[in-house]
């Protein structure tokens, strides 16, 4: 089944550059806006994040986006709200990636169902466990046509990576360095890391997010990786407020 | 008779499980499949009954408190695991997992902590093993539980206050989980109750059994009895009931019986009731009951006891409620401390305020008079002076 993440990889040797944002951030309606501003400025793909109260892996930016997304009324019924009928206007893969509470409630066939009616690409749940993930949804997720991406970190086993490899889909996210999104650690000190990785000859592709922020730190990664994910840093350039065009800066300026 | 334990995925029934994030993975991994290895070998098995023995003061006495008895019209007892060196069955747990800790040749701890005595339970074990500290305590309960929080630091523990959410006992654990996330290696994550992702409610479980263990033979020793009739304990996440109940458990013959935090009430919107008023989803890595939103957003919960004052419930207990196998219950905020100073007043023990919602419990019991009731006095209430004072001031007891 063809979709548009695989293909986006598929089709060019070029290094991706993909956003996120959490849904309902700064505003309820922000949603479709920021995906045509970054649509516009030039992204490859898009994260969208769906808010969870208690987001174990997110450092406080992403934290306090995701408390005021709540706040301000966002859930997985209203996302598929506004993004139904989106593919008539974006075309950029869409992935998105949320805690596996709220999904389990909204029920996850209902939400696998919704993520087809909307064009949704892929899906990062980090905490469903890949060996969860095998036995009961995987059959249902590749009927839909849907990538389930899996995490890597510097601590995950050849093996592992192997194992993750085999059973995901889209692409392989390689967090750098260990940590919770938007940690400022160095990522030149996580080179051995990326080295090795880069070396194993996997069948998905390869891409680094947490942590990455800057043009410099796009330049490190453009060695060893097919794309890079910032979260943190955008989601702080929204905050402070944000037209179409000071997105098409940021996103320039990472080029 | 087989142990109580959860399948070797961690399940107990469909709840329990490791529901966690990649990079806790390494970590998980290898405490899952050493950890009863280190637990059943002869070392371990010597150091913690000797440090449970002499460092600790177990046997905790099972006191029969003919007050009680009197009043509700049954054998009433009292397991003191408020007399624990630290003052309540935390340490039992925090003993064990300090051991484990070693074994592992991990050099640092972190654990989160509510009322604080998970907290010092930690601080006091890693000081006696050497080891560094850092406890993760919400920014609220670090105000209402302040003596705690200095005895902490005087441990040599550093104290890091938890700013997001409800800022209690779930956004404690939050930043921990964080905190993991960030140092796997050389860090080892003391939980403080039978929550969080296999094999933590077992290991911790296999900790606090001692109690029951005790329980057994105190009751056989004191009446006769190859079982007590009635086991009554509160719950947070629950270990220091599971510790109660471990061994009765499917005995078919004791009643077990899990207090809740109603809070304000249960229909109030401040409460902690999981059972009552939650629905099954996962929390802090395991399948449970929670309370939350439709839309599947823990909800903040609200019990003037810090220890209780958390939207799940250990995955044992779920599964437990589940199957009919023990009775959940709850008390009221104003139960608990009128409880709490009714026993302080009739037999001399402050218990702490976690701890009086069992004791609250006894009112709506309707025992037998030949009926052997344990009430699991899990700690002392040194640390809910503020709250007793402020309710003692505002109604006084008759
Ligand atoms: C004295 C006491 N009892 C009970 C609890 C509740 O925890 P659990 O349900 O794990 O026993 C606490 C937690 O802080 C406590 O301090």
Partial sequence: MSNRLTDLFAQSDRFKLSLFFTAGYPRLVD??????????????????????????????????SSQQAIANGMALKVLFGQLKGIRDRIRIPLVLMGYLNPVLQFGMQQFIANCVTCGVDGLILPDLPVEVYVDQYKAQFEAAGLAFIPLITPQTSPERIRFLDTH???????????????????????????ERVKAMPLRLPKVAGFGVRTKSDIELLRQYVDGAIIGSAFVRHLEAGWSNASVAHFVAALK | MKRFKPDNKGYYGTYGGAFIPEMLLPNIATLQASYLEIINSESFRKEFRQLLKDYVGRPTPLFYSANLSKRYHTQVFLKREDLNHTGAHKINNTIGQILIAKHLNKQRIIAETGAGQHGVATATACALMGMECTVFMGAVDMKRQAHNVERMRMLGARVVPAESGSRTLKDATNEAIREWIRYPEDTHYIIGSVVGPHPYPDMVAIFQSVISDEIKLQVKAKCGKEHPDIVIACVGGGSNAIGAFYHFIDNGHTRLIAVEAAGMGLESGKTAASIAMGRKGVIHGNMTFLMQTEDGQITEPHSVSAGLDYPGIGPAHAYLWDTGKIEVVSITDEAALKAGLMLTRMDGIIPALESAHAIAYLEYLNAAPEDVVVVNLSGRGDKDLPAYQKYFQSCPID
């Fill in chain 1, 168 to 194: 995901g889909s889209g692409f392989i996210y390689l967090v750098s360095g260990p940590g919770t999104t938007g940690g400022d650690k160095c990522l030149e000190q996580e080179a051995a890391y990326f």
């Fill in chain 1, 31 to 64: 949603t479709e806006r920021i995906l045509t501003a970054l649509e516009e400025g030039g992204v490859d793909f898009v994260e969208i994040g769906f808010p969870f109260s208690d987001p174990m892996a997110d450092g406080p930016v992403i934290q306090n």
